[in-house]
């Protein structure tokens, strides 16, 4: 029986091994045609990779570069927003998506303070978000168990416990900010070039406004096949689909 | 009143219910004074005739056809066929009029007739049938002339309504040089509006038309008349040496002039009539130079300017494959948008793949921005040690001569292929405050793949845990009230011991009963005994008196089982200091009924 565990381990150990060496092997010939100009070929071939359930920062942030020198603006600025989601402290995912952002046309959330809050919020991952509010809820709480058991500790505890509770409200709070937005602020990046936001979810709607390829819009309703956007200057339309991407979807 | 005249314009007109009741009155007295008439007029001359509103326009214009029938209404309404004109209705009216007892009745009906080419056309004979008989008009002739620019005698006069002047602000050019002809359409002060503006041609020899863009409008007096003058800028480039062309640039353009109201067919908003007129300007020449061919630099590729290079290139420290982006920004004025990135012979240990390429205009005609090439270059060997000169050349027209620009090498770090590539973050070496040149390179490595599943926040193992703390504190909590609890009760705490040294020595009792050791079980009876009754008491136990346990115990609730067994077992300990002997039976007998016994006290409510 051992025996037999222990060969369906190896068989595992094996298969993994073969899909790893498969990434990275795919990974290297993208980054070939990347060092090649072949812009479009990389992208395709991070693209096939992600698709395949792959998904880390760099593989992200090279689907980035790759979609960004090939022209595929919106492209670009998603790869390098959901690189960052996982990876908020990278300097350069950071660099490349301010560098993309600064290429966008028209209308964008890029100003808005509510984007500017959500950058704030982002400097931490939400697993990094609840791994230190719930240190520091652990600590606060564990200060005041000590404090209960041994009541001589109280005057040298006391400052350190409500630090602690102090911290922990804090971190609390970032947290449920950080939740939210995850939970229900929604981005979509324009993906065309050039796209007209409609009055309805209608082919025949009325034109509402113009945007741009990359340019990052607050997702309000979606429906049918076509998403409810608000450019952050409270104009709002609805767009196909097909010419945007929602974030997040890590 | 001599006359008395009634008029009926025959227009769509959407009434809504409440508008057609208060309309139905009316209606009715016009339709019985209709019948009236109708009757009058059959006896009335019968007239049909044709005519056109002016018989000469030029290409682009439009004339008016009116057919007008008098003396009844027609029983057909001809439309002309004229090869070469475009013949549209565009309404009818009708009038009845009385002069003096004398009733006349006139239909008229409009055409807008637009020529498609030059020439003399000729509207044939129409027939009409009004009351029963036929009339047939007489022909009508249309001259239509190619639109040609108006004479200054004309401008000055102040008889054009609109006109339309070009100029080129320069007399010599050289081939691939922009130049920006100057278009000024001029409007006379009692043009009220204008639209449908449409440029119909725009020749232009050794020349191509770029982007074209409108300034700002201004009013200026030319002759005795004030005209709005709209000047528009067109981005020409010179394409070959010798005399070159441009013009004459035709438009088309319809115009509402102020006047008197007019309600007819033509009549606008604001009661103006409404025009459509042809514009045409001069035909302007410039002489085009040929581009010297003395000191031509030997990677010049056509650009013709006034240009100014920077060079970045990045990164500097690579590996022999790995790529180096080169980001030349060639900005300036002149053709922008067709301006190439010459070849570097001196590039020869870089393998150069094919550069992209993205103009930014800064103004709306289009010959002055930059234009930014990224070209990707890879070192062939780890001996490079730059980037080698970069240079660019162009021909300035201001002073007609060549100029190349030069960048100086830019070092390089290349390493073998199997070396170990070091980190480099463009953002980290950008100078503060200076904006980034291009993105950040490719990653080498895959990375830490991220773990898929839900956030930690919505696991509801990971909250679970979040309440062993919460829990923890709580019980630490209880437990440091029940301490407390005790610490500040010393009744509840001697309870508490006496209730342990009950325990304790019921266990000693036993097994001295069963050794049959009756010295030591008897004292450790009385002593045991006089524990329990002094925690029952609030007393000192070597104070318990047998008064002490009949009365106090009995006014405790004390049941009278319980006060004999204590008694019957105060009486064995006495006995047995004089007769300590008995059996281990008698013993355990004696142990559980104090068992049973102090069961009972610790029962009582103290």
Same mark, same amino acid.
């Given at each position: 029986m051992k025996?037999?565990?222990?060969?369906f381990?190896m068989?595992?150990?094996?298969?993994?091994?073969l899909v790893a060496?498969d990434?990275?092997?795919?990974f290297?010939?993208?980054n070939?045609?990347?060092?090649?100009g072949k812009?479009?070929?990389a992208a395709?071939?991070?693209?096939?990779?992600?698709k395949?359930?792959t998904v880390s920062?760099?593989?992200?942030?090279?689907?980035?570069?790759?979609e960004?020198k090939?022209g595929n603006l919106?492209?670009?600025i998603? $790869?390098?927003?959901?690189?960052?989601?996982l990876?908020?402290?990278d300097a350069d995912?950071?660099?490349?998506?301010g560098?993309?952002?600064?290429?966008v046309?028209g209308?964008t959330?890029?100003n808005?303070?509510?984007?500017?809050m959500a950058?704030w919020?982002s400097?931490l991952?939400l697993n990094e978000?609840t791994? $230190?509010?719930a240190i520091?809820?652990?600590l606060?709480?564990?200060?005041y168990t000590?404090m209960q058991i041994?009541?001589a500790?109280k005057s040298?505890?006391?400052g350190?416990a409500?630090?602690?509770?102090f911290?922990a409200?804090?971190?609390?709070a970032g947290?449920?900010a950080a939740?939210?937005?995850?939970?229900?602020?929604?981005?979509a990046?324009v993906l065309?070039?050039d796209?007209?936001?409609r009055s309805?979810?209608f082919d025949?709607?009325q034109?509402?406004?113009a945007?741009?390829?990359g340019?990052e819009?607050?997702v309000?309703?979606?429906?049918?096949?076509w998403?409810?956007v608000?450019?952050?200057?409270?104009?709002i339309?609805?767009l196909?689909?097909?010419?945007?991407r929602?974030l997040?979807?890590i | 009143?001599g006359?008395?005249q009634?008029?009926y314009?025959?227009q &769509?007109?959407g009434?809504? +219910?409440?508008?057609a &009741?208060?309309c139905?009155?009316?209606?009715?007295?016009?339709f019985?004074?209709?019948?009236?008439?109708?009757?009058?007029l059959?006896?009335q001359a019968? /007239?049909?005739?044709?005519?056109?509103?002016?018989d000469s326009? +030029?290409?682009g214009e439009?004339?008016?056809l009116?057919?007008?029938f008098?003396g009844?209404?027609?029983?057909?309404?001809?439309?002309?066929d004229v090869p070469?004109?475009?013949?549209?209705?565009t309404?009818?009216s009708s009038?009845?009029s009385?002069n003096?007892?004398?009733?006349s009745?006139?239909?008229?009906?409009t055409?807008s007739?637009?020529?498609?080419r030059?020439?003399t056309?000729?509207?044939?004979?129409?027939?009409a049938d009004?009351?029963g008989?036929?009339i047939?008009?007489?022909?009508?002739?249309?001259?239509?002339?190619a639109p040609?620019?108006?004479?200054s005698?004309?401008?000055?006069?102040?008889?054009?309504?609109?006109f339309m002047?070009?100029?080129?602000p320069q007399?010599k050019v050289?081939p691939?040089?922009?130049?920006?002809g100057?278009l000024?359409i001029?409007?006379?002060d009692d043009v009220?509006?204008?639209?449908n503006?449409?440029f119909? !041609?725009?020749?232009?020899? !050794?020349f191509t038309?770029?982007?074209?863009?409108q300034g700002?409008?201004? &009013?200026?007096r030319?002759?005795? &008349?004030?005209?709005?003058?709209?000047p528009? +800028?067109?981005?020409?480039?010179?394409?070959? @040496?010798?005399?070159l062309?441009?013009g004459p640039?035709?438009a088309n353009?319809?115009?509402v002039?102020?006047g !008197?109201?007019?309600w007819?067919?033509?009549?606008g908003?604001?009661?103006?009539?409404?025009?459509?007129?042809s514009?045409a300007?001069?035909? @302007?020449?410039?002489?085009?130079?040929p581009?010297p061919?003395q000191n031509?630099? @030997?990677n010049?590729?056509g650009?013709v300017g006034d240009?100014s290079?920077?060079v970045?290139?990045?990164?500097?420290?690579?590996?022999?494959g /790995?790529?180096v982006?080169?980001?030349?920004q060639?900005?300036?004025r002149?053709d922008? /948008?067709s301006?190439?990135?010459?070849?570097?012979?001196?590039w020869?240990n870089?393998?150069?793949f094919?550069?992209?390429s993205?103009?930014d205009l800064?103004?709306d005609l289009g010959?002055?921005g930059?234009?930014?090439f990224?070209?990707i270059v890879?070192p062939d060997?780890?001996?490079?040690?730059?980037l080698?000169?970069?240079?660019?050349?162009?021909f300035?027209?201001n002073?007609?001569?060549?100029?190349t620009?030069?960048?100086p090498?830019?070092p390089?770090v290349?390493?073998?292929?199997?070396?170990?590539p070091s980190?480099t973050?463009?953002?980290?070496?950008?100078?503060?405050g200076?904006?980034?040149?291009?993105?950040?390179?490719?990653?080498?490595?895959?990375?830490?793949?991220?773990?898929?599943g839900?956030?930690?926040i919505?696991?509801?193992a990971f909250?679970?845990l979040?309440?062993?703390?919460v829990?923890?504190f709580?019980a630490?909590?209880?437990w440091?009230?029940?301490?407390?609890n005790l610490?500040?009760?010393?009744r509840?705490?001697r309870?508490r011991?006496?209730?342990?040294?009950? @325990?304790?020595r019921?266990?000693?009792?036993?097994r001295?009963a069963?050794?049959?050791?009756? /010295?030591e079980?008897f004292?450790?009876?009385f002593?045991?005994?006089?524990?329990q009754?002094?925690e029952?008491?609030?007393?000192?136990a070597?104070?318990i008196?047998?008064?002490d346990?009949? !009365?106090r115990?009995?006014?405790?609730?004390?049941?009278?089982?319980?006060?004999?067994?204590l008694?019957?077992?105060?009486?064995a300990c006495?006995?047995?200091?004089?007769?300590p002997?008995?059996?281990?039976?008698?013993l355990?007998?004696?142990a559980?009924?104090?068992k049973?016994?102090?069961?009972?006290?610790?029962?009582l409510k103290?």
């Amino acid at each position: 029986m051992k025996r037999c565990a222990s060969i369906f381990v190896m068989i595992l150990l094996c298969a993994g091994t073969l899909v790893a060496a498969d990434v990275q092997s795919e990974f290297s010939a993208a980054n070939r045609f990347y060092a090649e100009g072949k812009f479009t070929e990389a992208a395709k071939t991070y693209e096939a990779i992600l698709k395949s359930g792959t998904v880390s920062a760099n593989l992200l942030f090279n689907d980035g570069n790759a979609e960004f020198k090939a022209g595929n603006l919106g492209e670009a600025i998603a $790869a390098y927003r959901r690189a960052s989601l996982l990876a908020p402290q990278d300097a350069d995912i950071r660099a490349n998506l301010g560098f993309a952002r600064n290429q966008v046309q028209g209308p964008t959330l890029r100003n808005s303070g509510w984007l500017r809050m959500a950058g704030w919020l982002s400097a931490l991952t939400l697993n990094e978000w609840t791994a $230190a509010a719930a240190i520091a809820f652990w600590l606060a709480f564990g200060l005041y168990t000590s404090m209960q058991i041994k009541p001589a500790w109280k005057s040298r505890l006391r400052g350190l416990a409500r630090v602690m509770v102090f911290a922990a409200f804090c971190l609390c709070a970032g947290l449920a900010a950080a939740a939210s937005i995850h939970f229900t602020q929604s981005i979509a990046v324009v993906l065309s070039s050039d796209a007209t936001a409609r009055s309805g979810p209608f082919d025949d709607a009325q034109d509402e406004f113009a945007v741009h390829g990359g340019a990052e819009l607050s997702v309000l309703d979606q429906r049918n096949g076509w998403v409810q956007v608000s450019d952050g200057n409270g104009r709002i339309g609805w767009l196909p689909d097909r010419q945007v991407r929602v974030l997040p979807e890590i | 009143m001599g006359i008395r005249q009634m008029s009926y314009v025959n227009q &769509r007109c959407g009434l809504n +219910s409440r508008a057609a &009741r208060l309309c139905r009155p009316a209606m009715k007295i016009h339709f019985i004074a209709a019948l009236c008439l109708i009757a009058s007029l059959a006896a009335q001359a019968a /007239d049909f005739t044709a005519s056109l509103d002016r018989d000469s326009i +030029s290409l682009g214009e439009s004339a008016t056809l009116s057919l007008t029938f008098q003396g009844g209404q027609p029983g057909n309404v001809p439309t002309p066929d004229v090869p070469g004109l475009q013949i549209v209705g565009t309404g009818n009216s009708s009038s009845i009029s009385f002069n003096n007892g004398q009733m006349s009745s006139v239909v008229t009906v409009t055409f807008s007739v637009t020529p498609q080419r030059t020439g003399t056309f000729t509207i044939p004979p129409m027939v009409a049938d009004i009351g029963g008989q036929q009339i047939r008009t007489a022909p009508l002739q249309l001259t239509v002339s190619a639109p040609g620019a108006a004479t200054s005698a004309q401008i000055y006069s102040g008889s054009q309504v609109a006109f339309m002047r070009l100029s080129l602000p320069q007399n010599k050019v050289y081939p691939g040089e922009v130049v920006s002809g100057q278009l000024q359409i001029c409007f006379r002060d009692d043009v009220q509006n204008e639209g449908n503006f449409q440029f119909t !041609g725009m020749p232009a020899d !050794g020349f191509t038309v770029g982007k074209m863009a409108q300034g700002g409008t201004e &009013r200026t007096r030319i002759g005795n &008349r004030v005209y709005t003058v709209i000047p528009v +800028s067109v981005a020409l480039t010179a394409t070959r @040496a010798g005399t070159l062309k441009f013009g004459p640039v035709s438009a088309n353009v319809v115009v509402v002039m102020n006047g !008197g109201r007019n309600w007819g067919p033509f009549g606008g908003f604001f009661g103006g009539e409404q025009k459509q007129i042809s514009l045409a300007s001069d035909v @302007a020449a410039v002489q085009s130079l040929p581009l010297p061919t003395q000191n031509v630099p @030997a990677n010049f590729n056509g650009a013709v300017g006034d240009y100014s290079m920077t060079v970045t290139a990045g990164p500097t420290n690579v590996a022999v494959g /790995d790529p180096v982006t080169v980001r030349v920004q060639i900005s300036g004025r002149g053709d922008i /948008d067709s301006l190439l990135l010459p070849d570097q012979p001196d590039w020869k240990n870089f393998k150069i793949f094919a550069p992209t390429s993205k103009t930014d205009l800064s103004d709306d005609l289009g010959d002055e921005g930059s234009k930014v090439f990224e070209e990707i270059v890879t070192p062939d060997d780890a001996g490079v040690r730059e980037l080698p000169p970069f240079s660019f050349s162009f021909f300035d027209p201001n002073d007609g001569r060549y100029h190349t620009l030069t960048q100086p090498p830019i070092p390089l770090v290349v390493r073998s292929a199997g070396a170990t590539p070091s980190p480099t973050i463009l953002a980290a070496r950008q100078p503060e405050g200076q904006a980034p040149q291009d993105i950040v390179s490719i990653r080498e490595n895959l990375g830490a793949l991220a773990q898929a599943g839900r956030p930690l926040i919505v696991r509801p193992a990971f909250a679970a845990l979040q309440s062993i703390p919460v829990l923890a504190f709580l019980a630490a909590l209880v437990w440091r009230k029940r301490t407390d609890n005790l610490a500040n009760n010393p009744r509840l705490r001697r309870r508490r011991a006496v209730a342990q040294l009950v @325990a304790r020595r019921l266990e000693d009792l036993n097994r001295f009963a069963a050794e049959n050791k009756s /010295d030591e079980f008897f004292a450790a009876l009385f002593h045991v005994l006089q524990e329990q009754l002094g925690e029952r008491l609030d007393c000192p136990a070597i104070s318990i008196t047998q008064a002490d346990v009949d !009365g106090r115990l009995a006014a405790m609730g004390a049941a009278p089982d319980t006060l004999n067994s204590l008694r019957e077992l105060f009486q064995a300990c006495d006995q047995a200091r004089y007769a300590p002997v008995q059996t281990s039976q008698e013993l355990s007998a004696l142990a559980l009924k104090f068992k049973k016994t102090a069961a009972e006290l610790q029962a009582l409510k103290a």
